[in-house]
Structures are given as structure tokens and as C-alpha cells.
């Protein structure tokens, strides 16, 4: 099959979150499945800098945009999947990250931005780039592409359109007034395409056009079915919930892998764990705590957000410091967040260890050297910390929503015996209910170490691959290409080496 993927970052080119590690991942993994799969993005610094064997290979002319978008192509790093960059300088071509300035403000002209990017999208799409490649089938990703299947619908004939949810949360609504400047057909101002609630929306747009939708998680495509998860498109998507699925997001098993992993102090595996101890002794000296090796090392990595529940993590940290165990996080976000952690880390200096920013390196040997990770998320469409812990023999303790509960297996005494259990689980996003757990954590660690290493066992025996989601993407895709008639290109045509 011939397959667009279409996303607002991918990693290493751009990052903010998840998206970009699945952006970066699925398409790799959909290639080693033997099929012509081409990823495009804007052409930030960043991607322009870092992408391998950039050349210009087209230039267009894209309706509302006055300059000339050039095509840049090239390869994403540490994969052969063919990249194409589209580069509009006065939309892209500009400081911060991809959706905000170096205050962290959203860029005014988001909403150009991105429909001038979901145009040329499509332009592609329709083989008008001139690079004689049509794909059977565009995968949108999110509000920056909600577009793509809107303006894709108005051609008589178009591939078919697969539009995934990576966190309904953000939408990209917009006034009228702005929905006035981008050139869209005035008949989709309604409720049945792209108006809502009196805005316009990018989001709306891809739910309401493409022919099928995914989410990242099957719990996750459930839960926003509900007033509690869904945002105000609840309705939107219960009424096209024949066309949505849950296809659980993989990790990379080459990028995430304890046995190779180049950012640690000694690799290990199951056959090893030992080496696991030098990783953590090598964390706490790295944040600056006293090492001690029987202390059980909690450890958080992600956004200082709300919705991560990171406030659940501080409110407890006081009650939790009372017993002999120590943390670490690696995180930034939320202003206030981010100074009760350094208030918190000055109070307890030898039991909480923090670093307020990103560091890919860094999060990698968080991962191999905490015994325990805490993601208490209030919603989690999949999450990906908590898959990389399990890789990681670092055990996980969760909330039991949306990923989150289709990746962790709550250790009760049963499961603990049958060997299938692998984290901590607990319901209310509450401290005493996050305390709970974590206590439970405390109680099996202090046990003989073969209570705790069943756990982290079975957490490494997981297959959680991207194979394993790559084939379910492309069974979805063969049954979106059989709704509109299409037949996928001839394998051997469709198998272009990039």
C-alpha cells in the first residue's frame, strides 16, 4: 500500500509530546511491513536541520498562502521512511516549538498555519507536487491535520482517509471570524461539518470526514464517548462510533531497549537485573541524592500538568518522606508546578532529586535506574512512560484510565502468583487514593526480592512493539481501502526501498 502519514511533528525533526514518538515509530514499522509509506510535517528549523539527504524536490502554489511552498524530501534519522518537509518560511520558518513562541504562547496564526499545511497535504495527496506518488490512503494525526479529509472529500476522486486522536483535549477551535479567513467553503459552517458550539474546529473536521477514526488506546476510544472524557465531540463520536477504534499505540523497540541503550551506565536485561542497580546508583548521583541502594526510587517523567496529576505526586510527597524512600523527576510545564517541585527538593535533599526541563538522555536512564514510576494521570489516551517502564523493569503505578488501563496489570495476590501481574493500579484521582498504591508498592518491596522481580519480569516479557500495532493499522487500512473501492498498489510496486 501506498500511505500518506500526515503529522504536526515527528521525533527527531520536532517533539512535544507522544505524537512525535508515534509519528516517528508507526510509520517505520508499517515500512518493515513492506509497504510505500511516506511521512510529511512542516519544515520547522529544527526538521530542516536535522532531517538526512534533504533536497527540494517541488514547489507549489496553495490557496490563501502568498508565498511559494517549496517540498523539501529527505529521510527521517535512523530509518530509511521517506520525509517530506513543507516548508512555508513565513508560517514555519520561526523561533519556539511548533505551536508556541519561546514564552510558550500559542502562535496567533495557528489556525494558517496549519490549513495551509493540511493543503498541501492534500496537494501531495493528489499527486500535484509533482512527484508521480500517489498514496491509496492519508493518515491524519490530530487537530493540525483535521483538515486534510475536509478538503479532501471535495475532489472526485481522493485515497481514503484514516484520522487518529491523540488527545481530544486539544482541538484547535477558532471564531468564525478566523474560519472566515482561510478559504473554506462557507456550506461547512453547520453542525454536521466543521461548526461547534459556535467555533470552527480543526478536530471536528477530521472526525466528521474521514472515513475511519482510531484512538490510541481501545479503553481511550470508550471513555471519550462520555461526557467526563469527551470535550463537547462526545455526541460527534458516539454517532460515528462504528468507525472509531482503539489501536493501542507501540514503543520503539530499538530507541527504548535496556540490552542497547547507549544513554545508560551498564546495559542489562532479564538475565542480568543485577546491572540494573548500577543504573540506579549512577540516577541518584546524577540528581545529587545520597545513594542508597535499599531506598525503593520512585521517579516521575512527563509535563507539569493538571492532567497528568503531578499535583496528586506533590501532596503526597511529604507523608511519603517519611518513610525510607527517595524520587526523582524530570519534567517542566506549569509554572507552579515547577516551583513547588524546587520548593519541595530544597525541603527534602535527600530524598527528592529534580530537574526542571527535558532531556532525552537523561529520561532514558530515569527509566533504567528508578525502581518504581508514578504516572497518576486524571486521562491518559495511551501514555507512553509507563510502557517504556515496563521495558525498563521499573515498575509502574497508574490510574486505571484510558492506556493506562490497557497496559498495566494490577498486582493483586493472584496475579502476583499467575506471574501476569506488572504494576500498581489504582481509581480515584485522589492523593489518599495514589497513596494507597504506592503503599502497596512499599509493602511487595519490602518483601524477598523474588516478590518484586516477578513484576518487573513479566513488565519485560510484555510485547508491546510497534509490529504488533502496525499490523492492526494495516488490517483497518485494507478494510478503509475495500469501503471506497480502492485496490492497493501491487505489493512489489508498493515496496519502494525509499
Known amino acids: 500500500m501506498k500511505i500518506l502519514f500526515a503529522a504536526s511533528e515527528a521525533y527527531p525533526l520536532a517533539k512535544t509530546g507522544g505524537l512525535a514518538d508515534v509519528a516517528a515509530s508507526l510509520p517505520a514499522a508499517l515500512k518493515r511491513l513492506r509497504n510505500d509509506v511516506r511521512l510529511i510535517l512542516p519544515a520547522y528549523p529544527a526538521a530542516k536541520e536535522r532531517i538526512e539527504k534533504p533536497k527540494t524536490v517541488a514547489s507549489l502554489e496553495l490557496p490563501g498562502v502568498h508565498d511559494t511552498v517549496q517540498l523539501i524530501e529527505g529521510t527521517l534519522p535512523d530509518s530509511s521512511v521517506r520525509t517530506y518537509l513543507v516548508d512555508i518560511p513565513s508560517l514555519f520558518e520561526r523561533p519556539g516549538g511548533p505551536y508556541a513562541n519561546t514564552d510558550g504562547e500559542d502562535w496567533s496564526d495557528n489556525p494558517a498555519r496549519f490549513a495551509a499545511f493540511c493543503r498541501a497535504v492534500v496537494a501531495v495527496a493528489m499527486d500535484r507536487a509533482g512527484l508521480d506518488w500517489r498514496p491509496c490512503l492519508v493518515h491524519g494525526n490530530d487537530w493540525q491535520t483535521g483538515l486534510v479529509a475536509p478538503l479532501l472529500s471535495l475532489e472526485p476522486i481522493r485515497p481514503a482517509t484514516i484520522f487518529t486522536i491523540h488527545n481530544l483535549a486539544y482541538q484547535g477551535n477558532y471564531p468564525w471570524h478566523v474560519f472566515n479567513t482561510l478559504n473554506l467553503p462557507g456550506e461547512w459552517w453547520n453542525s454536521e461539518a466543521l461548526e461547534f458550539y459556535g467555533n470552527f474546529s480543526f478536530m471536528k473536521g477530521g472526525l466528521m470526514f474521514s472515513d475511519w477514526l482510531t484512538t490510541v488506546s481501545p479503553t481511550y476510544s470508550r471513555e471519550i464517548r462520555t461526557a467526563e472524557f469527551g470535550y463537547g465531540m462526545e455526541g460527534v463520536l458516539s454517532k460515528r462510533s462504528d468507525r472509531l477504534l482503539g489501536i493501542l499505540n507501540g514503543v520503539d523497540n530499538l530507541t527504548w531497549n535496556p540490552v542497547r541503550d547507549?544513554?545508560?551506565?551498564?546495559?542489562?536485561?532479564?538475565?542480568?537485573?543485577?546491572?540494573?542497580?548500577?543504573?540506579?546508583?549512577?540516577?541518584?548521583?546524577?540528581?545529587?541524592?545520597?545513594v542508597d541502594r535499599e531506598a525503593l526510587l520512585f521517579a516521575y517523567v512527563g509535563r507539569l500538568a493538571y492532567q497528568?496529576?503531578?499535583?496528586?505526586?506533590?501532596d503526597i510527597l511529604p507523608e511519603l518522606f517519611d518513610q525510607p524512600v527517595q524520587m526523582v523527576l524530570l519534567g517542566s510545564g506549569d509554572k507552579g508546578y515547577e516551583q513547588r517541585c524546587r520548593d519541595l527538593a530544597a525541603q527534602y535533599p535527600e530524598q527528592f532529586g529534580v530537574f526542571i526541563g527535558y532531556d532525552e538522555g537523561k529520561a532514558h536512564r530515569v527509566e533504567a535506574g528508578a525502581d518504581s514510576f508514578?504516572?497518576?494521570?486524571?486521562?491518559?489516551?495511551?501514555?507512553?512512560?509507563?510502557?517504556y517502564s515496563l521495558r525498563y523493569g521499573t515498575v509502574p503505578i497508574v490510574r486505571h484510565t484510558g492506556g493506562l488501563a490497557d497496559t498495566v496489570v494490577d498486582a493483586t495476590p493472584r496475579a502476583i502468583m499467575t506471574r501476569t501481574a506488572t504494576g500498581f493500579v489504582f481509581d480515584d484521582a485522589t492523593p489518599a487514593s495514589l497513596m494507597g498504591a504506592i503503599q502497596r508498592a512499599i509493602t511487595c518491596f519490602s518483601r524477598p526480592p523474588v516478590w518484586w522481580r516477578k513484576l518487573v519480569v513479566a513488565g519485560m516479557e510484555t510485547d508491546f512493539s510497534w509490529t504488533v500495532s502496525a499490523r492492526d493499522y494495516i488490517a483497518l487500512y485494507k478494510d478503509a481501502l475495500n469501503d471506497q473501492g480502492i485496490t492497493p498498489t501491487d505489493s512489489e510496486q508498493g515496496a519502494d526501498a525509499g
Do not use: T, W
Open 308 to 314: 497528568k496529576g503531578v499535583d496528586l505526586i506533590l
Open 374 to 387: 508514578i504516572m497518576p494521570s486524571r486521562y491518559e489516551p495511551c501514555g507512553l512512560n509507563q510502557i
Open 262 to 290: 547507549p544513554a545508560l551506565v551498564k546495559n542489562y536485561s532479564i538475565r542480568n537485573l543485577k546491572h540494573k542497580v548500577r543504573n540506579k546508583v549512577a540516577l541518584l548521583e546524577e540528581f545529587g541524592l545520597p
